[in-house]
T-cell receptor, first 115, second 111 residues
């Protein structure tokens, strides 16, 4: 089974702090994604990566950055956390980008609260 | 940009009954993929069913089936013989290069 793990289930941070959310997948997937999930808005793509050291902006990249130094690890960075970044953050990975097997496998999520 | 609309924020079904969750999407493409994902309370999101747009036959996975109407850009999910474990948020998703999700439908199953 594909396993996607996230470093924390719950996180509380203060405004202005730098926040790191870590995601690790164990199935040698090429593609990794970071989403935020908010009620009534579904999942919105923040950043994604199709290869090591490669990153592309999603729909809502402002206030975030990412790092992918190793294939299995994809980190989301909040440079200076703000209260409007309080949300559920989901990491996902997939094997092939354009394919009928483009199923994404999700981590358990990190519920971040910024005070 | 492609958009996905789930018009039912909440749905309720009696155990053992059938329920249909609606999803519509907007695209100018002809080849793409559609998915239904399930997110149980406090648990990871998992794939329920997928459909390739070039296939006319509706996908089926055990008690889950879809009604894919390509011309109408509609992709509904039917759950037959509903079980308590089906209670979850259900997300419809469209994928060409990137996955686009709807806002979700919260399904409650009444015993």
């Amino acid at each position: 089974d594909v396993k996607v793990t996230q470093s924390s289930r719950y996180l509380v941070k203060r405004t202005g702090e730098k926040v790191f959310l870590e995601c690790v997948q164990d199935m040698d997937h090429e593609n990794m994604f970071w989403y935020r999930q908010d009620p009534g808005l579904g999942l919105r793509l923040i950043y994604f990566s199709y290869d090591v050291k490669m990153k592309e902006k999603g729909d809502i990249p402002e206030g975030y950055s990412v790092s992918r130094e190793k294939k299995e690890r994809f980190s989301l960075i909040l440079e200076s956390a703000s209260t409007n970044q309080t949300s559920m953050y989901l990491c996902a990975s997939s094997l092939v980008r354009l394919s009928s097997y483009n199923e994404q496998f999700f981590g358990p999520g990190t519920r971040l609260t910024v005070l | 940009a492609q958009t996905v609309t789930q018009s039912q924020p909440e749905m309720s079904v009696q155990e053992a009954e059938t329920v249909t969750l609606s999803c519509t999407y907007d695209t100018s493409e002809s080849d793409y993929y559609l998915f239904w994902y399930k997110q149980p309370p406090s648990r990871q999101m998992i794939l329920v069913i997928r459909q390739e747009a070039y296939k006319q036959q509706n996908a089926t996975e055990n008690r889950f089936s879809v009604n894919f109407q390509k011309a109408a850009k509609s992709f509904s999910l039917k759950i037959s013989d509903s079980q308590l474990g089906d209670a979850a948020m259900y997300f419809c998703a469209y994928c060409l290069e990137d996955m686009r999700f709807g806002a979700g439908t919260r399904l409650t199953v009444k015993p």
